[in-house]
């Protein structure tokens, strides 16, 4: 399913849980609170996996404070440090 697929359903799911919170008495015993949940977890699940199964597509991500080497590559100074007073930094 796509990302906006997920997001679609994740919203349509919101929107019910509210509905059903607030819907009247004899409709909430219609239908349990767990059936929501339920679709709610699988939507996490699949999102936990997705998320872990992509980590490592992507490979190792730099780490620190410094400007990342994508970012220097795409707005400039990727071989020298840029200057403090320069108006474009």
């Avoid at 399913?1 to 997920?6: A, H, L, N, Y």
């Avoid at 008495?25 to 709610?40: H, S, T």
């Avoid at 980590?55 to 840029?82: H, T």
Wanted: aromatic share 14%.
């Amino acid at each position: 399913m796509s990302s906006r697929g997920i997001g679609a359903v994740r919203v349509l799911l919101l929107g019910l849980l509210l509905a059903w919170f607030f819907s009247p008495p004899d409709w909430r015993y219609a239908v349990p609170i767990w059936v929501p949940f339920l679709v709610a977890l699988g939507l996490e699940t699949e999102f936990a996996i997705v998320g872990w199964l992509g980590a490592g597509r992507s490979g190792p991500r730099e780490q620190g404070r410094a400007p990342q080497l994508a970012d220097l590559e795409r707005f400039g100074w990727p071989d020298e440090v840029p200057d403090d007073e320069d108006p474009s930094f």
